[in-house]
């Protein structure tokens, strides 16, 4: 290659670089990470599917946490007046 060739390749490399710069904040817009995570979140979201429940199935549910609930430990409430 001649003196030529390269200095071109130089110029070229240069120019693309400029034109990168410049247009930085667009392309960050549009190729950054936060687009990136909006279209990979759009594309989950268009792969969901709402399931209906059955009713008999939400009374058992209901029940389950009160049972729950109620087999929580309590804890006596401590005065803070005391501490003042």
Not at 15 to 30: D, H, K, M, Q
Not at 58 to 76: C, G, M, Q, T, W
């Amino acid at each position: 290659m001649s003196d030529v060739g390269i200095v071109a390749i130089v110029l070229l490399a240069c120019a693309v670089l400029v034109l990168v710069g410049a247009e930085w904040p667009r392309l960050s817009e549009r190729f950054g990470s936060p687009a990136w995570a909006a279209r990979s979140r759009r594309r989950r979201k268009e792969r969901l599917q709402l399931i209906q429940g059955r009713e008999e199935g939400d009374d058992e549910f209901a029940k389950s946490v009160e049972r729950d609930l109620a087999n929580l430990p309590v804890i006596e409430e401590r005065d803070d007046r005391s501490r003042r």
